[in-house]
């Protein structure tokens, strides 16, 4: 390896490293502050390489890219101070999954602005001709530009360290990040300081975007990639720490460049390795604390106890029989694209209420069950094109091969909780997609496997059934998942599960009283992986192919959408988002290509305005009807008495 290679490798890291750090510093700096875990933060970084796209689009020249990397960040700042002050601040107050959904709700939403605005096509942004050429050093040719960003990036750190550690305001921030109960009882004026922290972090984001912009293509949904590389960098230096941003980012720059050179085929795979490595080992990061973990408030634990209202109870028995009877009676008068879309709405049911029992029952949040839908998919694909088996013994094997993927990652999970237990599942699940995305020789790599063939299932009596069309997999599906689901159903209902809901009110006291507590949560993770995977060998039987995008993060984020819109803190509650889900996610991608502004949209409106989801929406008007009906009731009965 001479000088010249060498140079030219070291400053490619550092570049990946400078944008890397300027948008995770953001993340990181409104994490320490405002305990959001921000998932729009990638979704202001494109704004920011999209304002200098536009603003030299129309000013040319040196001028004109010096005027547009000072205004894209303050553009972007300004959007920033819109969100914090016009929709977090309403829920601050809240459980960290519903920060979580709004912020993911602004990604729908302003990717598909972009969309709108700036067409869906890459963008190129040209560079200034003194920017353009380039430069040898050691031997090496350098871009110049690649120069300029690696003495911007420094300069930024510098500047943040200059305003956090010697200007009042910088002490107030540092202060508030520390201890915000004591920094709240002080005085400080804390929704002028989130607003601030926000805008700033933006900023950030603005300027890394924007900054970032002439060196690669921008397009919507460009931010949708870099957050995942951010949340890795914040993870391995630390929520909430800066200097970990720093480091964290020079690593993951490094490494990426180590593993083009020499593990190209899994470059990808080392980084979540990495993230892996570092949970287990410090979960706080290598420059972060232990993070507290915000207990679930009254108003939820509220909801859930609507499930055994008077509502609840009366129309019980109802509601689990007659739409089992409806959905056997609908291929009666319902075609074949019904029938597909309520064969997707049950598989999405069953993955959602098995998700359920970590959030809802568990109080964990998962963000890595896709790699067990995967897991169960994978599964049933290799067994029936590599091994030669059966459909229906294909399909037994999937909860057991994600099962055991569920127990050995459960392991070092369970250790964990709060944010800290979401963030290493979301590394075991990237893991686990970026080596399938590149094992070409077992998974297909990138092309997935296509053609699953689904041979007849032997019945007794009835010799060979085929469950090739759709009516009979219409069936089948329901028929599997019915079970699955009344078995989730008397799990949740169980000792077991009342248990695992004292775990998730107050862990410590439980474990005070003799119960062992990451025993059960570790069972629990072992079920939710175990119906997830059948969920997806059901997936492959009714697709007959499969890819790795099915074990990405995006499918990850499925089930806690279908779960918040339905409701956390009600059985039923999964299902009914994922009906609404499916159905909008259907029926918006054929009625507008505008689907993902108008699915945000609905998704921002239910954190919102229905924090309880559907199903406690509607538990909570009955449950207040009848109480209205007893006290009419009760009314008459005293007035015929004293007349």
Not at 73 to 100: F, H, K, S, W
Not at 299 to 327: C, D, G, T, Y
Request: glycine share 12%; charged share 10%.
């Amino acid at each position: 390896m001479d000088l010249s290679f060498l140079t030219v490798q070291v400053l490619s890291a550092l570049r990946q490293a400078a944008f890397l750090f300027l948008i995770s510093s953001g993340l990181t700096l409104i994490f320490g502050v405002l305990n959001i875990l921000n998932f729009a933060h990638g979704a202001l970084y494109m704004l920011g390489a999209y304002f200098i796209y536009w603003i030299t689009l129309y000013i040319a020249g040196p001028g004109g890219f010096l005027l547009a990397l000072a205004a894209a960040p303050l553009g972007v700042a300004l959007i920033a101070v819109v969100i914090e002050t016009g929709l977090l601040r309403r829920i601050y107050i809240q459980e960290e999954i519903y920060q979580l959904l709004l912020t993911y709700a602004l990604v729908l939403i302003i990717d598909d602005l972009a969309k709108i605005l700036f067409g869906p096509e890459f963008k190129s942004i040209p560079k200034p001709d003194a920017l353009s050429g380039s430069v040898t050093l050691f031997g090496g040719i350098v871009p110049v530009y690649t120069l300029l960003v690696v003495v911007l990036a420094p300069a930024v750190a510098l500047l943040l360290w200059y305003l956090l550690y010697r200007t009042k305001t910088g002490k107030v921030v540092r202060a508030t990040s520390s201890d915000r109960e004591m920094a709240d009882a002080l005085g400080i004026n804390m929704s002028a300081l989130f607003t601030l922290v926000f805008a700033f972090g933006a900023i950030l984001a603005g300027f890394g975007g924007a900054l970032a912009g002439p060196a690669r293509t921008v397009f919507p949904g460009v931010g949708t990639e870099v957050i995942i590389e951010s949340f890795v960098v914040v993870v391995i230096g630390g929520l909430g720490n800066l200097w970990g941003a720093l480091i964290g980012s020079i690593l993951i720059g490094a490494l990426e460049t180590i593993g083009i050179i020499v593990f190209p085929e899994f470059e990808m795979s080392l980084i979540y390795l990495l993230m892996v490595a570092v949970l287990v080992v410090r979960p706080w990061g290598l420059f972060g604390r232990p993070l507290k973990v915000k207990a679930l408030s009254e108003k939820n634990l509220a909801m859930e106890a609507q499930e055994i209202s008077p509502v609840h109870f009366f129309v019980r028995p109802m509601l689990r029989w007659a739409p089992l009877l409806l959905l056997l009676l609908v291929p009666l008068f319902a075609g074949r694209f019904y029938q597909y879309l309520l064969t997707q709405i049950f598989m999405a049911s069953l993955m959602a209420i098995a998700f359920n029992l970590l959030l809802g029952t568990t109080g964990l949040l998962s963000f890595g069950q896709a790699a067990f839908f995967g897991v169960g998919a994978y599964a049933v694909g290799l067994l029936i094109t590599k091994a030669g088996l059966g459909t229906l013994s294909a399909l037994a094997l999937a909860p057991v091969a994600a099962a055991a993927a569920a127990a050995l990652i459960g392991m070092f999970c369970v250790r964990l909780s709060g944010v800290h237990f979401a963030m290493l599942t979301l590394a075991f699940g990237q893991l686990i997609f970026t080596v399938v995305f590149k094992w070409y020789g077992l998974t297909g790599g990138d092309n997935g496997i296509q053609g699953i063939p689904v041979r007849p299932i032997a019945v007794p009596g009835l010799g060979g059934v085929d469950i090739g069309s759709t009516l009979e997999m219409y069936y089948f599906v329901l028929a599997v998942v019915g079970l699955s689901v009344e078995v989730l159903r008397r799990i949740r209902s169980s000792p077991f599960g009342a248990t695992l809901k004292a775990i998730r009110e107050n862990g410590q006291r439980a474990s005070f009283l003799g119960v062992n507590v990451k025993l059960y949560q570790w069972t629990a993770f072992v079920v939710a992986g175990a119906f997830t995977g059948l969920a997806g060998g059901l997936y492959a039987l009714m697709e007959k192919s499969i890819s790795p995008e099915i074990i990405n993060w995006t499918k990850s984020a499925e089930p806690v959408l279908m779960t918040i819109i339905g409701g956390i803190y009600t059985f039923a509650g999964p299902a009914v988002g994922a009906v609404v889900y499916i159905i909008l996610n259907s029926y918006l991608v054929a009625w507008t290509e505008k689907w993902a502004l108008v699915l945000g949209l609905v998704l921002l409106t239910l954190v919102l305005l229905l924090p309880g989801g559907v199903v406690g929406f509607v538990n909570e008007k009955g449950r207040q009807t009848l109480g209205r009906i007893g006290c009419i009731r009760r009314w008459s009965f005293s007035k015929s008495a004293t007349s």
